[in-house]
């Protein structure tokens, strides 16, 4: 095998990994990262965080990070993890931190692997490719702040698109932290309550995020994303 041939192999070989770690996690992980899991462990994280608080934190954020970074199983879980373990503030920031630390990991493998070669190919064709193309780098903030607040857009996803679009890094890190600002809020204060929810025996409503009184907001805050590339097509 030539030395640029070992060198293709060893540009996918990031992506690779995540991917076959995340079917691999898909199966074998799904009882572990759980609300019942949570509710059986929970007096024993309390001690330990109660003991640890620092340690507790690094721990907390590597351990989401990871989970986002491979889209493992459990990642709402993880959310309202850090509410029960540090309410919603500063449980919040921490749920941020980890996540744009684990999506920015997925971004990298997808855009050393593919994206600079997809992008690069984009930007040298011509017709309706590249139309495309200039139309996404002419929106580049909207289209990212977009893809992070509409909730039904898979996180996983949100992480590949700009990658393979040729999104700089500063921009993606910077959207993904701010953009998923409104969905961290929800699912951490849904963790902070989890008091509550283990006294009367009950499981947290995950889909409280799309009740009107919180969805519609979030809605807003797409229109507000999509508003500059509205204005520029009217004007074109």
């Known amino acids: 095998m030539s030395e640029t041939e070992k060198s293709g192999i060893m540009r996918y070989l990031p992506l690779i990994t995540i991917l076959v770690i995340a079917v691999i996690g898909a199966f074998t992980l799904r009882d572990y990262l759980s609300f019942e899991a949570l509710r059986e462990n929970r007096e024993a994280l309390i001690a330990f965080r109660d003991g640890n608080y620092l340690l507790t934190m690094l721990v907390f954020i590597a351990a989401y990070a990871l989970i986002v970074t491979f889209s493992l199983p459990g990642a709402a879980i993880a959310s309202i993890t850090g509410g029960f373990l540090f309410a919603t503030f500063p449980g919040a920031l921490f749920n941020i931190i980890a996540a744009t630390i684990g999506a920015s990991l997925i971004f990298l493998a997808a855009r050393w692997g593919l994206g600079e070669k997809l992008a690069a190919k984009m930007e040298a064709s011509e017709g309706a490719?590249?139309?495309i193309k200039?139309?996404?780098d002419e929106n580049q903030w909207s289209?990212?702040?977009l893809i992070r607040l509409v909730p039904a857009v898979p996180f996983f996803v949100a992480n590949l698109v700009p990658a393979m679009v040729g999104v700089p890094l500063h921009r993606f890190v910077i959207s993904t932290f701010l953009?998923?600002?409104?969905g961290a809020v929800v699912f951490t204060s849904?963790?902070?309550g989890l008091g509550d929810v283990f006294a009367r025996g009950e499981t947290p409503d995950l889909g409280?995020?799309?009740e009107p009184n919180i969805l519609l907001p979030i809605l807003?805050?797409?229109a507000l994303a999509a508003l500059p590339m509205l204005l520029k097509s009217f004007r074109k």
């Open 134 to 136: 200039d139309g996404i």
């Open 208 to 210: 409280v995020i799309f």
């Open 143 to 145: 289209m990212l702040f």
């Open 179 to 182: 953009g998923i600002i409104p």
């Open 190 to 192: 849904i963790g902070a």
């Open 129 to 131: 490719v590249k139309k």
């Open 220 to 222: 807003g805050l797409c």
